[in-house]
């Protein structure tokens, strides 16, 4: 069996500062005024975070391609769940 | 396929393994477990839309500091299990040992804050049907409800996450994960770091709000 992650603890330290870096500015920001735009960023930054931790320490990026689709599939479904909630939150009559 | 191997022991008995397999068991529980928390995401999204000026109001009584720390600390347990795995995979089998360690001290570093931030809350008569819940408004008594069961369910996956990682620490230190044979831990390291993301997800949604 060849295990094809990269085995280099640098790149892990790596993404953990990144990580790091980005709970430090959400936690910045959020003392900012910036009104609705609070949450966009805030979930911007969780998502981008997400990424990090899936693509490097759930190795994700090496997986080969039918794990990429699986997730993305998921992914889509939860998106899906989303959007149909507040397409009847939004349009809903009083 | 490169994943399938078959080990003949001294028995001459065929073991048949399938990390790949095995692997993608692991994604597909992990999926049924995004569409558990994902179901209170969209709660708690609904909820927020329709009352987002009470939600401002109860989160600012929730403690961004205990939320920032217990962020760092789950996010340095990730880091430390995912080196767990690379350094049994470079054969250092006591260095693996340490960092799953480490990773378990900080599960429960999480779980020592989360106690002290629920009993202080509590202790001020937050929690449903307290004797506070009383003068708060609709949507603040939802926000405490979601708080309580959401950052509750996640911290009961954190306990379950140090139960798995310490057998996996145990079958580290009886050989029974080695160098070639580490599929049982990477799983084990899956399942954490999800429990890691969804407090990524949970930490701005419910200490951040201003």
Known sequence: MENTHSINYGTYVLVWLGLVVLTTLTVAIAGLNLASLTVVVALAIATTKSLLVANYFMHVKSDSRVFKVFILVCIVIFLTMIILTFVDLIFRVP | ?210
């Open chain 2, 1 to 210: 396929m490169d994943s399938e191997i078959i080990i003949e022991n001294k028995n001459t008995e065929h073991i048949y393994r399938d990390d790949v397999g095995s692997k993608m068991g692991m994604w597909l529980f992990l999926f049924t477990e995004l569409i558990l928390f994902g179901g209170m995401f969209i709660l708690y999204a609904s909820y927020r839309f329709m009352y987002s000026d009470n939600f401002r109001v109860a989160a600012m009584r929730l403690d961004t500091v205990v939320g920032t720390v217990n962020t760092i600390l789950l996010l340095t347990s990730s880091l430390t299990a995912v080196l767990s795995l690379a350094a049994i995979q470079k054969k250092q089998k006591l260095f693996s040992m340490y960092l799953l360690g480490f990773t378990i001290v900080c599960g429960g570093a999480f779980l020592i804050n989360k106690y002290f931030e629920w009993s202080t809350k509590i202790h001020h008569g937050f929690y449903p049907r307290g004797p506070e819940m009383a003068n708060l408004s609709d949507g603040e008594v939802v926000f405490y409800g979601l708080y309580y069961v959401m950052t509750g369910l996640h911290a009961l996956h954190v306990i379950v996450g140090m139960v798995f990682l310490t057998v996996m620490l145990v079958f580290v230190y009886k050989e029974k994960i080695t160098f070639d044979n580490n599929q049982k831990l990477e799983n084990a390291g899956l399942y954490w770091h999800l429990v890691d993301i969804i407090w990524i997800f949970l930490f701005p949604l419910f200490y951040l709000i201003h």
